[in-house]
Structure formats: structure tokens, C-alpha cells
């Protein structure tokens, strides 16, 4: 996400000013007389915001005031983050890139560059694009991170082509307002490779190449060339993967994850936010983990990435070995329950997990699967709405009676979502131990005064960390460890208040606080990996006193002398003009 103009402040346009800056920048006679502070501006920008009528219009709005003055931009979303969030990202950028061709003038000036439209036919021409990439920033603006799409699997809406722009371009906001990553050093980027959505093949507005999507031998001799593009001319760049369908969201992660620093956030992030909602869950079941029964509904790239890093934390933490934790985990997708006898070809990535042990079973939908399983958790990434109905919640409360049911409807956006916080909390007698995907709204509980907060296991709580841990400290990879070590940390940072409370997940207000700890957390595994290459944090870490064992088991533990200095590395918008022209104010 770079500057709207070269030549610009990365930081903001020269809105005013304390009394002398209209000489000191030359600004006499172009801008109203009226002296402001920052906080006047915000305050007008927020009521701006709060007079569009729609959460698409509040999404455009922020969007050109993104490209226009980025540090008001930022201020605005950390003064206001629970309420800007689900605006700059789910569950509104979902409409944002359904609408994303018919919107895209309106999101920036006509001279802003956001982000990498990389095309099918324009691949051969990778080293040409970055250039141009680079004469459009400032210097010493290339980036640290970027975020890729293809656009072919956005959320739960499917294949949306070119118009999934609008999900690298929201993620990366969230890095930097959750992780505090500079925004001047932010790479969007779409693979423009087609799509096999006619609804946009026939839109006469549609901007992306109008063509099918190529076969598998061509999609990834195209993608080799533009991550080696990439790496090439930005060394060290930190790169996710968004948003693929999912046998090239694990065809990705497989052959690149020990040869580039990268990271799948459906995949990987998921696994990372999910296991530590489910820690956290597991210490208030009255369930002990190695008894625990856990049904998945949906066995996407998400669904089968958040129950191996499960499985791995069953290993690790609980000293189960593979096979059984794996045999605590049973899969339903659109055939019903997935077995290896089914009589059907299983998608190599649902082979794991497929049972052996069902001899002539072969439930065909979810509630007989409920019925054969007897689950202790229900996990849903089906992107099925209401597939957690009245029958199938208040059932899986009567089975766990002795113990809480956990229930997480992971799907999103809301219309996706297996069900509602109000459904769970209804039909489990208000017992149940709650995580979603989306943001659900406050539970009164019949009979008392007392709201209920939902948890959004929301994988703003580990990717923008991972990201900030993996700028600084530039590990040669992104290992299994490493999350691991994030999750427990994130499950760790809980404070007295929301332990309390019985909540999975610390508040979002203190997501920045938090994401500094883990992204501590994460610089000292991969120190302890000997992954890191950043000397600085090397030293850092191997003075701090912890335990710097290879073989250790990732604990999720920090020192204060590493959080100290992740903290002064974090980005934050300017608070006044110095800070903008410092030589001249």
C-alpha cells in the first residue's frame, strides 16, 4: 500500500497546522484559513464515516482517505478499531470485492498506486512490473511484506477473479493496525489469472482478464515466476498467501515454505487462532483434552489446517502420540463423513484424516455423523449457513452433559457462519464455550442484566504478529514450531479480567498490546530454531536468560528486553505536523 504520490510525505496530505505551517509549507492561500490539530480533523472524518448510509459506502470512504491521508486514516481505525475492522475487512470486504470492479475508481485518486495487478499474459514481464512498482513509490518505501491472492476462493464467496484485490489490500491494513507494521512498506497483490466465474466473464465492467483459469502445470510455472520476480528484487520479503483454492493453497505452502519466507493465512493463521481459542477452551470444558471428540464440519485448506495444528498440539502439550490424537478427529464434508471406505476418490489433503475405523458406517449427513461420534467439539468451516441448527446444538448439548460443549461456527461472512452466538448460547442452555469467525453481537442472558461477549477467533490476533516477528527477525522460514509457539502465547496473554470472564480470546482493544507479546513469542522460537538471520535479535534473545534449547518444546514464553524492543519497532500515524516535516515546523 504505497503513497498516492511519489513526491509525497508517505505520512498524510498537508491538511493543517499549527499557526506558522501555512508559510513554512508554502501553503498561503491554497487551503481554508482555519487552524486545526489532528484531533479536529479526525473528528470531522469521523463524522464523515458515520453519515454513510451503507458499510460499502463507509468502506469506500475509508479507502480514498487511505490514499489520500494515511496517517488520519490510521488514527481513525485504531481510535475506532472495533467498529472499523469488520468495515476495512470482514465481514464488509467480502461485498467490497463482489462490487470491486464497479467500485474501484472510487477508492483512490486516479494516480495512486495500490498494490500489483498481475497478469496471466504479463507474467514474462515480472522484472518490467516491479520497475514500474518501483518508480511509483518513494524511496526507500520497498516493501517488507507482501500479501497475494488469486482471487479464486475469497472467503466464503467463491471464485471472484481479479475482484479479490480487495482482500490483500484489507489484510495488509489489519497488519498494520493489529501488528504495527509500516504501511509505506505494504504490498498488495493480485494474480490476475482468470476466472472461472461467468457472472464476471459477462460483466461488461468486470477489470480482470477475460478468460478461464489456466490448468495446474501452467498456474504454477506462472506463480514460480512471480515469486522468484519478487524475491529477487525485494531479498528478505515476507510474503502470505490468500485466499487460493485449496489444493493450490496447499500446493503453495508445500513447495515454497522452505524455500522463501512465506506463510498461508488459511491454512496456517486459522490453525494458529483457532488452537488458541481451543487451549483456552480445553481449560474450562471439565473435559480433559485427551478425552476430548472433535467433528469438523467442512474439509477445506482451513478446516484440515486447523485440525492438524491440533493434532500437533495434542502431541506436544499432551503427550498423545500422532495416531491417537489423530484418532480424535472425524471430518463431515458435502458426501457426509469422510472415510477411507467411502466408496468415492478423496482430495489428497482430506487423506489424513479420513477414518479406518468405521468398518460398514458411512453416515451421509451431519446429524447422523452427531449421532455416531458423540462430539465433545463441533468446528465448522463449511461455509454452510445454519448448518449448526436448533437440533444439531441442542443435541450436542444433552452429549456433553457432564462437560461445556465447544461450538465454533468459523465461517464467514455472517451470511456463511454455521450459527449465530444467540443460537449457541440458546439451544446449549448458555453452556457452550464459543469462538467464530465473524463478529457476532452481545448475548443477554434471559433473567439477568449481564451481556455476554462473543469471541471472534479471528486470525487478526496471529497474522499481523507473525508478520511483525517475521520482519524483524528474518527467519529463513515459517516453520510449525514457530505457530505453534504463537498460539500458546496468544492463549497465554488473557488477562485476569477475561480469564474472569470466561473468555477464549483477549478484547480487541488490546490486540496491538498483544500482538507486540507474540510477535515476541515468535522471535524467540525462531531464535531457538537457528532460523533467525537478524543479529540484532539474536543477541537480544540469547541475553534474555530463557531457554535458547533447539530441541525445546515451544512454549510461547518472551522476555521483557525483546517485548521492549519490538514495542519501539511498531508503527503508529503522527499525532501532530512535526512529526510530518519535522525540519520545517
Given at each position: 500500500?504505497?503513497?498516492?504520490?511519489k513526491?509525497?510525505?508517505?505520512?498524510?496530505?498537508?491538511?493543517k497546522?499549527?499557526a506558522?505551517?501555512?508559510?513554512?509549507l508554502?501553503?498561503?492561500?491554497?487551503?481554508?484559513?482555519?487552524?486545526?490539530?489532528?484531533?479536529?480533523?479526525?473528528?470531522?472524518?469521523?463524522?464523515?464515516?458515520?453519515?454513510?448510509?451503507?458499510?460499502?459506502?463507509?468502506?469506500i470512504?475509508?479507502?480514498?482517505?487511505?490514499?489520500?491521508?494515511?496517517?488520519?486514516?490510521?488514527?481513525?481505525?485504531l481510535?475506532?478499531?472495533?467498529?472499523?475492522a469488520?468495515i476495512?475487512?470482514t465481514?464488509t470486504?467480502?461485498?467490497?470485492?463482489?462490487?470491486?470492479?464497479h467500485i474501484?475508481p472510487?477508492?483512490?485518486?486516479?494516480?495512486a498506486?495500490?498494490?500489483?495487478y498481475?497478469?496471466?499474459?504479463?507474467?514474462?514481464?515480472?522484472?518490467?512490473?516491479?520497475?514500474?512498482?518501483?518508480?511509483?513509490?518513494?524511496?526507500?518505501c520497498?516493501?517488507?511484506?507482501?500479501?497475494?491472492?488469486d482471487?479464486?476462493?475469497?472467503?466464503?464467496?467463491?471464485?471472484?477473479?481479479?475482484?479479490?484485490?480487495?482482500?490483500?489490500?484489507g489484510?495488509?491494513?489489519?497488519?498494520?493496525?493489529?501488528?504495527?507494521?509500516?504501511?509505506?512498506?505494504?504490498?498488495?497483490?493480485?494474480l490476475?489469472?482468470?476466472t472461472?466465474?461467468s457472472?464476471?466473464?459477462e460483466?461488461?465492467?468486470?477489470?480482470?482478464?477475460?478468460?478461464?483459469?489456466?490448468q495446474?502445470a501452467?498456474?504454477?510455472?506462472a506463480?514460480?515466476?512471480v515469486?522468484?520476480?519478487l524475491?529477487?528484487?525485494?531479498?528478505?520479503?515476507?510474503?502470505?498467501?490468500e485466499d487460493?483454492?485449496?489444493?493450490?493453497a496447499?500446493?503453495l505452502?508445500?513447495?515454497?515454505?522452505?524455500?522463501?519466507?512465506?506463510?498461508?493465512d488459511?491454512?496456517q493463521?486459522?490453525?494458529?487462532?483457532?488452537l488458541?481459542?481451543?487451549?483456552?477452551?480445553?481449560r474450562?470444558?471439565?473435559?480433559p483434552?485427551?478425552?476430548?471428540?472433535?467433528?469438523?464440519?467442512?474439509?477445506?485448506?482451513?478446516g484440515?489446517?486447523?485440525?492438524?495444528?491440533?493434532?500437533?498440539?495434542?502431541?506436544?502439550e499432551?503427550?498423545?502420540p500422532?495416531?491417537?490424537?489423530?484418532?480424535?478427529?472425524?471430518?463431515?464434508?458435502?458426501?457426509?463423513?469422510?472415510?477411507?471406505?467411502?466408496?468415492?476418490?478423496?482430495?489428497?489433503?482430506?487423506v489424513y484424516?479420513?477414518?479406518q475405523?468405521?468398518?460398514?458406517?458411512?453416515?451421509?449427513?451431519?446429524?447422523?455423523?452427531?449421532?455416531?461420534?458423540?462430539?465433545?467439539?463441533?468446528?465448522?468451516?463449511?461455509?454452510?449457513?445454519?448448518?449448526?441448527?436448533?437440533?444439531?446444538l441442542?443435541?450436542?448439548?444433552?452429549i456433553?452433559?457432564?462437560?461445556?460443549?465447544?461450538?465454533?461456527?468459523?465461517?464467514n461472512?455472517?451470511?456463511?457462519?454455521?450459527?449465530?452466538?444467540?443460537?449457541?448460547?440458546?439451544?446449549?442452555n448458555?453452556?457452550?464455550l464459543?469462538?467464530s469467525g465473524t463478529?457476532?453481537?452481545?448475548?443477554?442472558?434471559?433473567?439477568?442484566?449481564k451481556?455476554?461477549?462473543?469471541v471472534?477467533?479471528?486470525?487478526?490476533?496471529?497474522?499481523?504478529p507473525?508478520?511483525?516477528?517475521?520482519?524483524?527477525?528474518?527467519?529463513?522460514?515459517i516453520?510449525?514450531?514457530?505457530?505453534?509457539a504463537?498460539?500458546?502465547?496468544l492463549?497465554?496473554?488473557?488477562?485476569?479480567?477475561?480469564?474472569?470472564?470466561?473468555?477464549?480470546?483477549?478484547?480487541?482493544e488490546?490486540?496491538?498490546?498483544?500482538s507486540?507479546?507474540?510477535?515476541?513469542?515468535?522471535?524467540?522460537?525462531?531464535v531457538?530454531?537457528?532460523?533467525?538471520?537478524d543479529?540484532?535479535?539474536?543477541?537480544?534473545?540469547?541475553?534474555?536468560?530463557l531457554s535458547?534449547?533447539?530441541?525445546?518444546?515451544?512454549?510461547?514464553?518472551?522476555?521483557?528486553?525483546?517485548?521492549?524492543?519490538?514495542?519501539?519497532?511498531?508503527?503508529?500515524?503522527?499525532?501532530?505536523?512535526?512529526?510530518l516535516v519535522?525540519?520545517?515546523?
Open positions: 500500500m504505497a503513497p498516492a504520490f513526491n509525497a510525505s508517505p505520512a498524510s496530505s498537508p491538511i497546522k499549527p506558522n505551517a501555512g508559510a513554512a508554502h501553503l498561503k492561500g491554497l487551503a481554508p484559513s482555519a487552524i486545526e490539530d489532528f484531533s479536529t480533523q479526525d473528528a470531522r472524518a469521523y463524522q464523515q464515516l458515520k453519515k454513510k448510509g451503507t458499510d460499502l459506502e463507509k468502506y470512504f475509508l479507502s480514498w482517505l487511505r490514499n489520500t491521508n494515511l496517517n488520519m486514516f490510521y488514527r481513525l481505525v481510535g475506532h478499531l472495533k467498529e472499523i469488520p476495512i475487512y465481514p470486504v467480502g461485498q467490497a470485492c463482489q462490487e470491486f470492479s474501484y472510487f477508492l483512490a485518486p486516479p494516480n498506486v495500490d498494490g500489483l498481475i497478469s496471466l499474459t504479463e507474467v514474462d514481464n515480472i522484472g518490467e512490473i516491479i520497475q514500474n512498482y518501483r518508480n511509483s513509490i518513494p524511496a526507500g520497498e516493501p517488507d511484506i507482501a500479501v497475494i491472492t482471487g479464486s476462493r475469497i472467503l466464503g464467496l467463491g471464485d471472484l477473479g481479479m475482484n479479490g484485490m480487495g482482500i490483500p489490500v489484510k495488509l491494513q489489519l497488519y498494520v493496525a493489529a501488528g504495527g507494521l509500516d504501511p509505506t512498506r505494504c504490498l498488495p497483490i493480485v490476475d489469472f482468470g472461472d466465474n457472472k464476471y466473464l460483466d461488461p465492467l468486470y477489470l480482470g482478464i477475460r478468460q478461464k483459469r489456466p495446474d501452467e498456474f504454477y510455472a506463480t514460480e515466476k515469486l522468484k520476480g524475491t529477487t528484487a525485494f531479498p528478505g520479503l515476507f510474503i502470505q498467501f487460493f483454492n485449496t489444493p493450490h496447499f500446493g505452502l508445500e513447495k515454497w515454505r522452505n524455500q522463501i519466507l512465506c506463510f498461508n488459511d491454512i493463521g486459522t490453525g494458529s487462532v483457532v488458541s481459542a481451543f487451549i483456552s477452551a480445553i474450562q470444558a471439565g473435559i483434552a485427551k478425552d476430548q471428540r472433535i467433528l469438523f464440519v467442512g474439509a477445506g485448506s482451513a484440515v489446517g486447523v485440525a492438524k495444528q491440533l493434532v500437533d498440539y495434542l502431541e506436544i499432551h503427550k498423545i500422532e495416531e491417537q490424537a489423530k484418532a480424535m478427529f472425524w471430518f463431515v464434508d458435502s458426501r457426509g463423513m469422510i472415510t477411507a471406505n467411502r466408496g468415492d476418490t478423496l482430495a489428497e489433503h482430506k484424516f479420513a477414518r475405523d468405521n468398518g460398514t458406517n458411512q453416515c451421509k449427513s451431519l446429524e447422523e455423523t452427531l449421532e455416531y461420534v458423540r462430539p465433545t467439539a463441533l468446528i465448522g468451516l463449511s461455509t454452510i449457513h445454519k448448518a449448526f441448527n436448533e437440533k444439531v441442542t443435541r450436542l448439548n444433552e456433553n452433559a457432564t462437560g461445556r460443549p465447544i461450538v465454533f461456527p468459523l465461517s461472512p455472517m451470511t456463511k457462519a454455521e450459527c449465530t452466538f444467540e443460537e449457541a448460547m440458546r439451544y446449549t448458555n453452556r457452550v464459543f469462538a463478529e457476532f453481537p452481545e448475548y443477554t442472558i434471559p433473567g439477568t442484566d451481556p455476554v461477549v462473543p471472534q477467533a479471528n486470525n487478526c490476533w496471529v497474522f499481523p507473525i508478520g511483525l516477528g517475521a520482519v524483524l527477525s528474518k527467519p529463513k522460514c516453520t510449525d514450531t514457530m505457530i505453534f504463537v498460539s500458546k502465547a492463549a497465554n496473554s488473557l488477562n485476569d479480567q477475561e480469564r474472569a470472564s470466561g473468555e477464549l480470546l483477549p478484547r480487541i488490546r490486540i496491538r498490546e498483544v507486540a507479546e507474540v510477535a515476541a513469542a515468535f522471535i524467540h522460537q525462531a531457538r530454531e537457528g532460523l533467525a538471520r543479529e540484532r535479535w539474536i543477541s537480544l534473545v540469547n541475553q534474555s536468560g535458547s534449547e533447539t530441541d525445546a518444546q515451544p512454549d510461547g514464553v518472551f522476555s521483557q528486553n525483546v517485548l521492549a524492543e519490538v514495542k519501539k519497532c511498531i508503527w503508529a500515524p503522527a499525532q501532530s505536523p512535526r512529526q519535522p525540519n520545517k515546523l
